[in-house]
């Protein structure tokens, strides 16, 4: 069985940093995609970045290009969400997703890992 974990989450000022990482063991291909996505209460959860474990490129929602980087370490199974200039409409639950191709902010079949809270202040 799949077994997504994150970890990472915390709270800082507006302007901060943080890095949020996502471990994904077990999955049953060696090349899949691994998302990070955020919801807040009352909305949708939304696409944030997201990057396939073979040499394709990532991929990022237009509110953190520039601003999130993803990256990953295949060897640890460990993908990264490095997060610069945070602000407080970035604050959400972010989870980390695992599933088959990077190529809908929508995936089906996907394992989830329970979230972790990043809290921006002003």
């Known amino acids: 069985q799949v077994v997504v974990v994150e970890s990472g989450g915390g709270s800082v000022q507006a302007g901060g940093s943080l890095r949020l990482s996502c471990e994904v063991s077990?999955?049953?291909?060696?090349?899949?995609?691994v998302g990070w996505f955020r919801q807040t209460p009352g909305k949708e959860r939304e696409g944030v970045a997201m990057?396939?474990?073979?040499?394709?490129?990532?991929h990022y929602d237009n509110s953190v290009k520039g601003r999130f980087t993803i990256s990953q370490d295949r060897d640890k199974g460990t993908t990264y969400l490095q997060m610069n200039s945070l602000k407080p409409e970035d604050t959400a639950l972010y989870y980390c997703?695992?599933?088959?191709?990077?190529?809908?902010?929508?995936?089906?079949?996907?394992?989830w890992g329970q979230g972790t809270q990043v809290t921006v202040s002003p």
């Open positions: 997703a695992a599933f088959d191709a990077c190529t809908t902010w929508s995936p089906v079949n996907a394992h």
């Open positions: 077990r999955y049953p291909v060696l090349n899949y995609c």
């Open positions: 990057k396939y474990t073979g040499a394709i490129g990532p």
